[in-house]
């Protein structure tokens, strides 16, 4: 095995040089970066079709050739998964597109996630040497969907664990939970996952679009955990149908909890409880999961003409970009800052603007108004401006005095944050739970004050993105595996 790998090591390094000197740095320099073929907005907002398209092989290859292959890529280390990316990437320019799935495989397991939904501008790419250049970085996002992409359907021949493999239970299975997962069967551990609701993916299928993420790449990427060895087991809630001495009592030697964080936030204004007036959650479930207002789905949702979404986050965009497809006329963001404070990516911003969507930013609703029905009819915003900055840097949102308005609404999404999934925190005793609800874990290696049981993503962050939670899952493997190997 390490001869083979010594061969591999050299034979990348040579064909990589031979990259090299086929361009020079100035000639890489030069491309343009590839822009991301993209439906029409006029068209998109009347279906789910996926917005971007995806490279053609050319741009891929084009795009690939800019990369300068750094000796120190400081790209790696924006990633919270660490991917080797100018290995991937380097394989694309040559055209081995299997092969740079396989570098991604090799430390992510959901590299078509990814590819779609991680903020590489603010990760990866925000690393890029081009910055210094004062040049766009290089597409990393839109390769590794592309690599993914070309190399889902390959598959190969299912592996199961042995006999003898030490079981390992994963409660939930969201992004941390699946990247744990698939971590934990490459070590040779036999891996079943318990997920509450009927339909594995966690928040990759409730919580986002599948214009944005298709679900038919969420199964793609559960397909290849499956043929890897791990066990999926749908409705069955940990903490509930099964209790932790009920795991332990089934052989499990681990519990790694990434239940995540769905419990919706409110503002608690007047007028909040009123008909029409639900969660981001809520919305996209019914929606996304459920199959709401789609012909053959009994799954109730409002018909709505004029929608507000309060909120400024990646799950607001998901939720106001729904609200025109599911045929409002009127879909409003309200957020209390201004745009260059929203925690949205930037894309999903220029998506929504694109389809339509009011940005009334440095606004706040203040109350809501119903009419006979209970149902509610408008909504009181209060105008706001930026005063001092705030704990986190960001400058304070203040009200205008005197500046109020009323706004016809028939429904509101509320998209102001959610709090950690309380049943497992609440089900296991010995648990340390911090105030906020999240499970207290060792920041090095997610191992909570129960020797055996790990927790990742949601249900300790208390909320973030897929690829931190995805990071979460890889530290939480890493460290299991070295503490089960030190039992034994």
Known sequence: MESNNIEIASRDAQWREELRKAHTAKQRADIPRVKMPELDP????????????????????????????????????????????????KNIERGDFCSAAAVLRSTSALPAVCGRVCPQEKQCESRCIYHKMKKEPVAIGYLERFAADQAISSGGSPVTPAPEAVKIAVAGSGPAGLSFAGDMARRGYAVTVYEALHEIGGVLKYGIPQFRLPNSIVDAEIEELKRIGVTFVKDCIIGKT??????????????????????????GIPGENYIGIMSSNEY?????????????????????????????????????????RMGAARVMLVYRRSEEEMPARIEEIKHAKE???EFLTL????????????RVKSMLLQRMELGEPDAS??????????????????????????????????????LNVSRRGTIEVDADTMQSSIPAIYAGGDIVRGGATVILAMGDGRRAAEAMDRHLSEQE
């Open 393 to 430: 840097g960001r400058r304070s949102p203040v009200p205008v005095e005197g500046a109020v308005e009323e706004i016809p609404v028939d429904m509101v999404i509320v998209s102001v944050g959610v709090s950690p999934n309380p049943l497992i925190p609440n089900a296991i005793d010995g």
């Open 42 to 89: 006029a068209y998109r907002i009347t279906c789910n079709e996926e917005v971007n398209q995806g490279l053609s092989r050319e741009q891929a290859v084009l795009e690939a050739t800019r990369c300068m292959d750094c000796p120190d890529p400081q790209c790696i280390k924006g990633c919270p998964v660490n991917i080797n990316i100018p290995g991937f990437i």
């Open 242 to 267: 099964l209790t932790f001495d009920e795991l332990t009592a089934m052989g499990f030697k681990g519990l790694f909890v990434a239940s995540g964080a769905g419990l919706p936030r409110f503002m």
């Open 355 to 357: 389809e339509g969507v």
């Open 363 to 374: 606004h706040n609703p203040i109350e809501y108004i119903a009419d006979e029905t209970g």
């Open 284 to 324: 996209l479930t019914r929606v996304n999961l459920m199959g709401a207002g789609t012909p053959g789905h009994d799954t109730p949702i409002l018909p709505a003409s004029n929608v507000a979404v309060i909120g400024g986050g990646n799950t607001a965009m998901d939720s106001v970009r729904t609200a025109r």
